[in-house]
């Protein structure tokens, strides 16, 4: 009888995994971002029928971590926009392959959360979409294309909520709109706006935080466009909502660059160093690491005034195919005279797979064939226009 007893749990906890009652939530709440009909990923994976042939490839990709693509350490540094499995998750998905694939019963599925259709930031006071559609072909590499597109405002603009949205999911790897002030130039060239990736949020940012975008400024939008196999046409758009009052802090786009750099041919693990020293203090909000083909690994640590370090971002396998902005959990503070130092590290062997051509000495360029070393920061400082002035009575 006891025996029993002490059985009965263990044999309950070796109960293999069903699609409905375990599998679909953490397909619902990891995996549909991007696989549900319309969005990035090849496939759907929102009903047995569409997800059981698919068993053995989850397994797979679960395994060796390529699902879902997440690619930062979160170990030193936590992000709200982590994608990555907890154990109980990946060890349900593997079980349940293990267990069979089964079905289990469609009643015991529990409440899951709805997918928003449409804009997912509040209705937008102004909408911009890209001058004219873009016909993505069957087959083949499509370069980045760039679309400017006026704003035709009179006067500055608050922006607190910002969404990217593709006409045609499938085909867009990712977009970037980013603001260029009139007459081109200013200290930090175009600012980022808001960018869309698979599986990304919309740009909403806290109560009293708003990017500017200034007056008779041009929005550009940068596409990266990947062939789905169908042709395509995409119009992608960009949804403003202002703010309704000055904020107290301005979100702003600063980065680390190194355009002077020779990586030599064959070299497997090629250093290139970038700084960026903080002026004023200010609040770091998130990271986006942007090498080409042959980058490798990226890290950025914040060097404080008095010498202590902490790294904000490690990427110890990057892929030039997923490049999301890494939102910091809680923005930390920077005081004046912080640097943020990036390290960026290339492989130019015939081992990556990438690597267009392990002959050449590659230096910095727009071309995918070229290489770059940027880490971009969106920081958060005090707006001199709304700061509370020290009293003077
Ligand atoms: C951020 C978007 C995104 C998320 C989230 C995501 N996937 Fe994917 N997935 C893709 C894209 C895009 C592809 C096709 C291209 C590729 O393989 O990179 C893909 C391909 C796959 C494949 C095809 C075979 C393979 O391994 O390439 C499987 C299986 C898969 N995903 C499973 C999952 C599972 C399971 C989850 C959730 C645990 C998940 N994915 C989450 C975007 C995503």
Excluded at 101 to 121: H, M, N, S, Y
Excluded at 176 to 195: M, Y
Excluded at 352 to 369: F, I, L, M, T, Y
């Amino acid at each position: 009888m006891l025996l029993l007893f002490a059985l009965l749990p263990a044999l309950g906890a070796a109960e293999p995994p069903t699609f409905y009652r375990d599998v679909l939530p953490v397909l619902a709440e990891r995996c549909q971002s991007c696989h549900r009909t319309g969005q990035a990923a090849p496939m759907p994976l929102q009903t047995y029928k569409q997800t059981r042939p698919w068993a053995k490839a989850i397994r797979e990709s679960v395994l060796s971590k390529r699902m879902p693509p997440w690619h930062a350490d979160t170990t030193a540094m936590r992000y709200r926009n982590d994608l990555s499995l907890s154990e109980v998750q990946r060890r349900t998905l593997i079980e349940w392959v293990d267990g069979g694939a089964l079905e289990g019963d469609v009643k015991q599925t529990p409440t899951l959360p709805a997918f928003a259709e449409g804009w997912r930031i509040a209705k937008p006071d102004v909408v911009f979409s890209m001058p004219e559609p873009f016909d993505v072909p069957a087959e083949g590499t499509v370069e980045y294309q760039y679309f400017r597109v006026p704003t035709n405002f009179t006067e500055d603009r608050w922006i607190e909520m910002a969404e990217v949205r593709p006409s045609a999911h499938a085909v867009v790897h990712h977009a970037i709109v980013s603001i260029s002030p009139r007459g081109g130039g200013s200290v930090f060239g175009a600012q980022f706006l808001a960018g869309y990736a698979p599986g990304s949020a919309p740009q909403i940012w806290k109560p009293g935080v708003a990017r500017l975008i200034p007056a008779g400024a041009v929005l550009i939008f940068q596409m990266h466009y990947t062939a789905s196999g169908k042709p395509a046409t995409d119009r992608t758009q960009v949804g403003l909502v202002f703010a309704k009052q000055p904020p107290q802090e301005v979100a702003l786009a600063v980065r680390a660059v190194n355009s002077w750099f020779e990586i030599p041919p064959h070299a497997a693990d090629y250093k290139v160093e970038a700084q960026y020293t903080v002026g004023e203090g200010m609040k770091l909000a998130a990271i986006r690491p942007h090498m080409h083909m042959r980058g490798k690994a990226f890290l950025v640590r914040a060097v404080f005034p008095d010498g202590s370090a902490k790294t904000v971002l490690n990427v110890p396998r990057y892929d030039f195919h997923w490049q999301p902005y890494y939102y910091l959990e809680t923005p930390l503070e920077l005081p004046a005279g912080t640097r943020l130092e990036c390290v960026a590290r290339y492989d130019n062997s015939k081992n990556n797979p990438r690597n267009p051509d392990p002959d050449k000495a590659v230096s910095w360029g727009e071309q995918s064939w070229e290489e770059m070393m940027i880490g971009w920061f969106d920081v958060l400082v005090a707006n001199p226009k709304t700061a509370r002035t020290s009293s003077r009575r």
